[in-house]
């Protein structure tokens, strides 16, 4: 089954509009981390944000939230006043605890985001 | 702070051969993670180095290996390459305690 599904694999937005990137995750580690990344066609991978599963309050990095919903396991990205930079792949990840200081990401497949002027 | 770098950038081999990437990790950094990222599978993991041990490893063949020096530079290699093996091979370092890894801007590997 997969741990990290993005079901939107294209999505379009006006310049300076909000757009709101869908994650969600399957786990049973009740410690786990929640991140996302942004991939330009250079392909390097930028980190945007990180969730805890155990933090209360939704994080926030400028222009980037995470809606968290635990309940529901989903990892919304939410990105305001979208730029024309903004255009790009973006990643959701997660990290599980279970494997104490083992780091290992797992990512979903990607939502390519456009910006239109 | 100088970011993730990883050399070379760009690589042409052909089938059968052998390949090393290098990565050095952003300074102060002592884990670093290999990823291969394909159309077809998306960014899967290879493999996480600390202090010079593999602690963690993706689901590859043995053909792919790595490395981590003293200085937490570290290296891969792939042995007997395949069409398949052609990919954007991903480095990333973050410090031990930290969440969030730093990724370099890969090395795109093409098998001919």
């Known amino acids: 089954a997969q741990k990290i599904t993005q079901t939107q694999p294209g999505m379009f937005v006006q310049e300076k509009e909000a757009v709101t990137l869908d994650c969600t995750y399957d786990t049973s580690d009740p410690s786990y981390g929640l991140f996302w990344y942004k991939q330009p066609s250079s392909g390097e991978m930028i980190f945007l944000i990180y969730?805890?599963?155990?933090?209360?309050q939704n994080a926030t990095e400028g222009r980037y939230s995470l809606n968290f919903q635990k309940a529901r396991k989903s990892a919304n990205l939410v990105i305001s006043a979208s730029q024309l930079g903004d255009s790009a792949m973006y990643f959701c990840a997660m990290r599980e605890y279970s494997g104490g200081s083992n780091y290992k990401l797992t990512f979903g497949k990607g939502t390519l985001l456009t910006v239109n002027p | 702070k100088a970011g993730v770098t990883q050399t070379p950038r760009y690589l042409i081999k052909t089938r059968g051969q052998q390949v090393t990437l290098s990565c050095s990790p952003i300074?102060?950094?002592?884990?670093v993670s290999w990823y291969q990222q394909t159309p077809g599978q998306g960014l899967q993991f290879l493999f996480e180095y600390f202090s010079e041990t593999q602690r963690n490893k993706g689901n590859f063949p043995g053909r792919f290996s790595g490395r981590q020096f003293s200085n937490s530079r570290s290296e891969m290699n792939v042995s007997t390459l395949e069409l398949g093996d052609s990919a954007l091979y991903l480095c990333?370092?973050?410090?031990?305690?930290?969440?969030?890894?730093?990724f370099g801007p890969g090395t795109r590997l093409t098998v001919t």
């Open positions: 990333a370092s973050r410090w031990n305690r930290g969440n969030e890894q730093y």
């Open positions: 969730q805890g599963s155990y933090d209360q």
């Open positions: 300074s102060g950094h002592r884990s």
